[in-house]
């Protein structure tokens, strides 16, 4: 089943309790699992962002919304307390809330991978399509009280090709 990475390409409007590390906007601290070269900060619980992601690389009519579009989140982070893992929430926020999950970042000298349930359906209850991911926002919540810094938040998509419908002639042969 193939698939493609949504990247962060903007800050959303809830962003300024997160401090960026490496890079001007937090978005740019997100865009590549670079353990640690940027990230984004926080240790206060409550303290949220929102990031704004990429609209997919591959056209509409390349993909079969007759069949399941899976949706997860791909994370690095970790704890900066010596014996306790940091908790953050994930959900998504645009274009509807929902689907909160708690990715938990070991406390260790490295950084962690967590990912997301995958998503066959949008936080509404219905089928994903084209439009569904364009322009989404994942919100970030601060779960506990030990800083935690993430360097990676990535959107995973996975789809089943469209099947190619064009019958043109190649070399006098229909096909």
Not at 8 to 29: K, L, M, Q
Not at 77 to 97: C, E, K, Q, T, Y
Request: proline residues 4%.
């Amino acid at each position: 089943m193939p698939s493609m990475i949504l990247l962060p390409d903007a800050d959303g409007a809830i962003s300024g309790h997160w401090v960026a590390v490496g890079e001007t906007n937090r978005w740019e601290c997100l865009d590549d699992d670079n353990d640690g070269t940027s990230y984004v900060k926080t240790a206060s619980p409550g303290r949220t962002m929102v990031i704004r992601f990429a609209n997919p690389s591959v056209s509409e009519a390349d993909i079969d919304f007759d069949e399941d579009v899976g949706v997860q989140f791909l994370s690095s982070g970790r704890s900066m307390d010596r014996s306790n893992p940091s908790l953050v929430d994930i959900a998504f926020h645009l274009p509807r809330a929902g689907f909160s999950e708690t990715a938990t970042y070991a406390s260790s000298l490295s950084y962690t991978t967590q990912n997301g349930t995958v998503r066959i359906t949008e936080p509404g209850g219905t089928d994903w399509t084209y439009s569904n991911l364009e322009d989404l926002e994942m919100k970030c919540t601060k779960n506990g009280g030990y800083e935690v810094r993430l360097s990676y938040l990535a959107l995973e998509v996975t789809y089943t090709a469209a099947a190619v419908t064009d019958n043109a002639v190649f070399f006098g042969a229909n096909f």
